[in-house]
């Protein structure tokens, strides 16, 4: 890919082995596999890396001429960081990306009302043809593992929630320290001394 100025202020990826405009995919988007999404950034000039914090598996950046943006790829989602600048990009001594700043936007795969696939491919391409991104695309979408499961608490009638609660403190106490601190479940869940979870990702 080459980048080329299609028009005043405006530039797009140049396919040099077909000889044309790259465009993003418009249609069938929903049938992408996430890996194949995380391969066609790639192919618009988003460089991949390892994120320092464990909350994300990867995480893909790319600038246009005033903004940064960094999509965050966990196990539940895609997240994203929009930087209204263009960001050095930071690694510490082990060569993992450093996250902190910008705009985070969380995009959960459950009960999503948009297809998180089909998003981040109109994000990626507007940053890389220099169109904005508006405000419309900076509200999360879906709900995360621990949202879900206040939700179903709430929703019991009271006395099975507070005997759930009960049940979630007993876990608790079968596997922390005895010093009060959070505790690790697994699959990147943490429990408190009270019983309550925290998604914190893989």
């Not at 460089?47 to 940064?68: L, V």
């Not at 960001?87 to 902190?100: A, S």
């Not at 007993?170 to 922390?176: G, K, N, P």
Request: proline share 3%; glycine share 6%.
């Amino acid at each position: 890919m080459q980048w080329t100025e299609v028009a005043p202020e405006k530039w797009m990826p140049f396919d040099l082995l077909n000889n044309e405009i790259h465009q993003c995919p418009s249609k069938n988007v929903d049938k992408w596999t996430r890996d194949e999404v995380l391969q066609h950034l790639q192919d618009l000039g988003f460089e991949a890396y390892i994120p320092r914090t464990s909350s994300w598996k990867y995480c893909f950046i790319s600038s246009n001429k005033s903004q940064t943006i960094y999509f965050l790829v966990g196990k539940r989602g895609i997240d994203f960081k929009l930087y209204d600048r263009v960001r050095e990009t930071k690694v510490d001594d082990k060569g993992k990306i450093f996250t902190d700043g910008g705009e985070m936007v969380r995009n959960y795969y459950r009960e999503s009302d948009v297809n998180v696939h089909e998003l981040v491919l109109e994000i990626a391409s507007r940053l890389v043809t220099n169109t904005p991104i508006d405000e419309s695309f900076m509200s999360g979408h879906g709900k995360s593992w621990q949202e879900q499961k206040t939700e179903y608490i709430r929703s019991l009638p009271k006395s099975a929630a507070a005997e759930a609660r009960d049940e979630m403190i007993e876990i608790y106490d079968a596997i922390s320290t005895g010093d009060g601190e959070d505790a690790y479940l697994g699959d990147g869940i943490w429990i408190s001394s009270d019983g309550s979870l925290d998604d914190r990702g893989r």
